[in-house]
């Protein structure tokens, strides 16, 4: 088993709608999270955090779940500029070693 | 401010050449990480230094592969010889500190053939 799973998707929206994308992850000594953005033959760039409480950013919103060992991020409003592939990453701890999800492609069409 | 600089930003090569990548971190960056991205195996960490000593070079995938970091402004990583499944992006990153973000360079793609 992986230890970051993602639906590669693709998942085609239209402009204007909502969607989620989850991540499982199978250490439940995991310690820190984080969505990363990747746009088409670039590197990947931070997105944001997750935290245990949730947390929001503008139209963005990450979950973490660690009884289910799962995270999620919910885009609202999706725009054009939005498509991209969506990385999953956690630390395990002890370092910075981050793990990375293979990523979940977004198409925002008009 | 730059950022994390890689190169070159494209590599062909043959089978069995040498093949070095380069990277300049982020000045004042003391964490430095080299990945590898495929289409089927996502990004793979494989290794990582810290204050120029590396920590964990246990995704490194063999004897072929070799990683240096001799200052804080410059690391190299070298696969010798070359194989055509070493074809991929390989990125650097640095961090500071316990700052788990990492910023990223632009990635060399590398193909073998």
């Known amino acids: 088993r992986k230890e970051v799973e993602q639906d590669p998707g693709p998942f085609n929206v239209p402009e204007g709608a909502t969607v989620a994308f989850n991540c499982t992850y199978s250490?439940?000594?995991?310690?820190?999270f984080f969505w990363y953005r990747q746009d088409c033959r670039k590197e990947p760039k931070l997105l944001m955090s997750v935290y245990s409480s949730g947390n929001e950013d503008g139209r963005f919103t990450a979950q973490l779940n660690r009884a289910s060992q799962y995270i999620s991020l919910l885009i609202r409003d999706s725009k054009l500029s939005d498509s991209a592939t969506y990385l999953c990453?956690?630390?395990?701890?002890?370092?910075?070693?981050?793990?990375f999800g293979t990523g979940t492609q977004l198409k925002v069409e008009l | 401010d730059a950022g994390v600089i890689q190169s070159p930003r494209h590599e062909v090569t043959e089978m069995g050449q040498e093949v070095t990548l380069r990277c300049k971190p982020i000045?004042?960056?003391?964490?430095l990480f080299w990945y590898r991205q495929t289409m089927m195996r996502g990004l793979e960490l494989l290794i990582y230094?810290?204050?120029?000593?590396?920590?964990?070079d246990s995704g490194m995938p063999e004897d072929r592969f070799s990683a240096k970091m001799p200052n804080a402004s410059f690391s190299t990583l070298k696969i010798q010889p070359s194989e055509p499944r070493d074809s991929a992006v390989y990125f650097c990153?640095?961090?500071?500190?316990?700052?788990?973000?990492?910023?990223f360079g632009s990635g060399t793609q590398l193909s073998v053939l």
């Open positions: 250490n439940s000594a995991s310690q820190s």
């Open positions: 230094f810290n204050n120029n000593v590396p920590i964990d």
């Open positions: 000045s004042g960056h003391n964490s």
């Open positions: 990153a640095s961090s500071w500190g316990s700052n788990e973000k990492l910023f």
């Open positions: 990453v956690v630390n395990r701890g002890g370092g910075n070693k981050l793990t």
